[in-house]
């Protein structure tokens, strides 16, 4: 059987991985460059979390790609994860975090449930007046996701996969037994009719804490919609608004940061971080969101065309998943194991809030 895969982000990269791993013979056919900044796969780092609410799908897929992270680490040598733990800022008893818990739990996940606190101790500072909790997740981290994608594509590669330089549309009608289409942003522009994804701006901050910030947790505010790092990699300090933005071009995007997203962004920190009140800011980046309507992916076969499958929707949540979405879309490839039900093309209601914002 051959395989093409169109786009070389972490979904496209990984899936190529695990189908060549299979047996297929596989292209990779990427517009840009595996990892491009343009991709929402090129930024410089990205959370690795298992909780997800009540969604119990995405806390056992966010394990099992944990576990697949370290291996492809352990193979090549190269450090794509940090393993700071996280840090959930709850702001009351019956948010995502409290609904998390029992999911965390039936999937064996470790997490504690500490008093504010307690919690304190885990950063250099942290305003506690308004939390109810912290809940931490040991076993969450930080991945390099630009360098890890570029791994994921380098290790297809090794393991036989024919690398293109080329973009693709659904106009060329692309011949192969399974064509899967992981376009990211760009998968709604080629399948207007099946893909309902909106594409939205982010921006991103790194803030100069000084060296007590080097390897703290991550940190997610999902009541507020901030998340962020301490300082990895010598990036600094991650600090990132997750408010609904406008709607972009990831093709026409000029990736400059929004003084109104720094000013969100500074005040957030001043407050929840103080001795980040006068921090400068050492970095910035301007990214997209492919957002489905319900923040659920999408992994489904082209209704008129059943060897295509169009993979996407990642919302703000897809990158830590890559290795085991992987495993699961190539599942579905070989009919092993049938698509879920909320992955489907078609209408959605409602939303799952996978996300780290409401
Ligand atoms: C600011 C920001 C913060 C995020 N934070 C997190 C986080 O903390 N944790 C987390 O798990 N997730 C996070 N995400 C989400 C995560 O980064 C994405 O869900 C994931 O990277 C999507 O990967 P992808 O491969 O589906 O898409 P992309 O990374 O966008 O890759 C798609 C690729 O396809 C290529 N392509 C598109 N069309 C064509 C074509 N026609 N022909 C050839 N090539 C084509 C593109 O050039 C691109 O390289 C975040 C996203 C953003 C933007």
Redesign the pocket.
Known sequence: MNALV???????AAIARELALRGFRVTL????GAG?I??????ET???RMAHGEADWYTRLAWRARSGWLELQEQTGTRIFEPVGLAWLVRRPDGFEARSRATLEQAGVPYEWLSPDDGRGLFPSLAIDDLHAVMFEPDAGVLY?RRATQLLAEEAERLGVERRG????PADEPKADVVVW?????LPA?FPEHVQVRVER?D?FFLGGDGSWAGTPGWVEYDAGFYGHGDVGGLGVKV?PDHPSELVDPDTLDRLPLAARERDARVYAARRFPTLAHAPVVGARV???DLSPDTHFLVDRHPEHPSWWLV?G?S??????GPALAEYVADCVEGTCDRAPFHALGARTGSAGLRTGT
């Open positions: 169109v786009g070389s982000g972490v979904t496209g056919a990427e517009q840009f491009t343009r991709s929402a796969s090129g930024g990205r959370l690795l996701a080329v973009r693709i549309v992981a376009c990211g942003a760009w080629l982010r991103v990132a990214c997209q969101y996407g990642g703000g949540h897809g990158f830590k998943h």
